[in-house]
């Protein structure tokens, strides 16, 4: 089965709503311009990719192509059920890179009342934050977000390099990242704030059947 990227998602998102609105398929060029984009050869590429992977069908009428939303079974996410994007990190070829190729559906319940655009999924790969029984492996909810408090556990990304879960401390013009509970000082990672990035709070987990 195929998983849509990002991109391919917005461009599915962006047909279905103009479809819904008007009743016709919008142009190349609308969707370059709602993606903020120039290029309309880089939009049909992605239509392209869409009809082969059976997203979407194009049939021809009056001379003109019409794009239709595909009935595969990588078409529309069901009722009651919401896709939920991984949060974008750097991976450098590790295994979260691996499991950002699988989708994360889930039960719209379960976002309460956060917005699927709002939440991610990260893939934890230390047990730094065990004592709050997050550990390796485990999936993660996060809500997107830069505005964080002392003791939240967070998403921050080191140097451009890493991203590590941990409870977020400002310590004057450094960032202290903590692991839950009791530990060894070696384990907190201190840094000037210009060195590391929060990109989202933690709301929730999800843990793989073993």
Do not use: C
């Not at 319940?109 to 991610?120: A, C, K, N, S, V």
């Not at 997107?144 to 080191?158: E, F, M, S, T, Y």
């Amino acid at each position: 089965m195929h998983t849509p990227t990002r991109r391919q998602r917005q461009v599915l998102d962006i047909i279905a709503d103009h479809i819904k609105s008007n009743g016709y398929r919008p142009s190349y060029a609308y969707i370059a311009r709602r993606l903020g984009l120039n290029s309309r050869a880089g939009i049909a590429r992605i239509v392209k990719d869409l009809e082969d992977h059976g997203l979407l069908t194009r049939r021809r009428e009056n001379g003109h192509f019409n794009i239709e939303l595909g009935s595969s079974g990588d078409g529309p996410t069901p009722a009651g059920v919401v896709l939920i994007d991984w949060l974008e990190v750097p991976t450098n070829g590790d295994r979260r890179e691996s499991w950002q190729r699988r989708p994360v559906l889930l039960p719209e319940f379960i976002l309460g009342f956060q917005t699927p655009d709002r939440i991610r999924a990260f893939l934890v790969e230390d047990d730094m934050m065990a004592a709050a029984d997050i550990r390796e492996d485990d999936v993660v909810l996060v809500e997107l977000r830069k505005g964080v408090r002392d003791g939240d556990p967070v998403i921050a990304i080191l140097n451009k390099e890493r991203a590590v879960l941990r409870k977020y401390y400002r310590a004057g013009a450094r960032i202290e990242l903590r692991p839950a509970g009791d530990h060894d000082p070696d384990d907190v990672i201190l840094l000037p704030a210009d060195q590391i990035e929060i990109v989202a709070l933690y709301r929730g987990l999800l843990r793989p059947v073993a």
